[in-house]
């Protein structure tokens, strides 16, 4: 580490310590050529999560694009916030530990879905109607027959 003072590469740490969160070490180090003190900060370098698009575009994974649906999707429905926001937070934590650099927008849609069909079927309807790109009411009506036979089995 290079001596902001005196640009001599020669230092030694003083002290270490891990942030409230545990992502971040602050060392406190000193230079043995001017023997002044200064403080560097370790983060851990994360390599984004890119989505593959249905039409092969690449985009880094947007948190918020995620949750503006979801919040579309649950709106005027008895849905927690914090559930929303715990669904997004488990998402994420799982797209970045496949270790996969690139994701198809896909395996994202089919989790929303799979979560929100066991969450509310209002709020599943509604994103499946985005999602899977309905036309007519005859694939509202296809996907409302559906979910009505998983109801009687």
Do not use: W
Not at 36 to 62: H, L, S
Not at 80 to 98: A, G, P, Q
Not at 129 to 139: L, Q
């Amino acid at each position: 580490m290079k001596c902001p003072y005196c640009s001599e590469l020669d230092n030694k740490v003083i002290d270490s310590r891990l942030s409230k969160d545990g992502n971040v070490i602050r060392r406190r180090r000193g230079c043995l050529a001017c023997e002044r003190r200064f403080t560097t900060y370790e983060y851990i370098e994360e390599v984004p999560v890119m989505i593959i698009k249905k039409d092969g575009r690449r985009e880094v994974f947007i948190r918020e694009k995620v949750s503006a649906g979801l919040k579309r999707a649950c709106e005027k429905r008895n849905i927690s916030m914090n559930v929303i926001e715990d669904f997004i937070d488990n998402l994420e934590r799982d797209l970045k530990e496949t270790g996969e650099k690139e994701i198809p927008s896909s395996v994202i849609g089919e989790k929303v879905m799979q979560a929100l069909h066991e969450l509310d079927e209002v709020a599943y309807v509604r994103f499946a109607s985005v999602y899977r790109e309905f036309k007519d009411v005859n694939d509202f009506f296809s996907e409302l027959k559906s979910l009505l036979a998983e109801q009687k089995s």
